[in-house]
């Protein structure tokens, strides 16, 4: 038995079955494109770094840039500029006894409402010192016209009203006789001749005192209350 197992061992031969595979994968010519070699590792580069005069410089440089943009939304040239604007808000806030912009702007809407009544007011005033300088007018013509008998106190006002002249300080009229007179001698059939006129109608006495059109003589008559009283019945129509 132990022949038989011998026998078998020396008819299975070791074989070398790589002999027979042909060369590896790799071996032989180096391949056409060989790797490259991997980039040397290069060492990081040094932070950037500034001198003291440099930083010095930068740091003026963007101050100054700073300073122009805030002057020009301020709408000023310089500092002093500033300064001076500055001290005039304070001088015209303690002018007005403010202490802001809103309290000026207060103020301002308030001078505005009294602005508007004080037009109303003087409006007013013109229109009723314009009546008063009529009515002056008015009465010394009467005066003047009574003594040459007018047909009619109306036609001869009219005749006459445009070619007065007013005193520029006082106001009052100085030529109403020499304007009378004027008229008469060129329209006599406005006035009543001496005797009567021929039988005419006697002359229209004036009206009562601040009525008519002209009104009446004003003379021992309070102006100023006739001037209430006329426009309190306006009022009251």
């Known amino acids: 038995m132990k022949k038989l197992e011998k026998t078998k061992k020396r008819l299975y031969m070791p074989m070398n079955l790589q002999h027979f595979g042909g060369e590896p994968p790799g071996a032989g010519d180096p391949p056409p494109n060989p790797p490259a ?21 930068a740091r003026n440089a963007a101050v100054k840039d700073a300073k122009v943009s805030m002057y020009k939304t301020l ?13 005039a808000q304070d001088k015209l806030f303690e002018e007005l006894g403010v202490k802001s912009v809103d309290e000026i702007k207060d103020l301002l809407q308030t001078a505005e409402g009294k602005a508007q009544t004080d037009a109303t007011l003087k409006t007013e005033n013109q229109q009723l010192n314009s009546r008063v300088k009529d009515l002056e007018i008015e009465n010394a013509f009467i005066k003047s016209a009574t003594e040459h008998k007018p047909h009619d106190y109306d036609l001869l006002f009219a005749a006459i009203k445009l070619h007065l002249t007013t005193d520029p300080d006082t106001g009052a009229v100085d030529n109403m006789a020499e304007v009378i007179q004027k008229v008469k001698e060129e329209k006599p059939f406005l006035f009543s001749t001496e005797g009567g006129d021929n039988g005419n109608t006697p002359p229209t006495p004036p009206p009562p005192p601040g009525q008519g059109n002209p009104p009446g003589s004003l ?19």
Do not use: C, H, W, Y
């Open 37 to 57: 070699d991997p980039p040397p590792n290069e060492p990081p580069a040094p932070p950037e770094t500034f001198t003291a005069e440099q930083v010095e410089a």
């Open 75 to 87: 709408g000023v040239a310089s500092f002093k500029d500033l300064q001076e604007r500055v001290g």
């Open 219 to 237: 003379k021992g008559v309070d102006l100023g209350k006739s001037i209430a009283q006329q426009r309190n019945q306006q009022g009251g129509k």
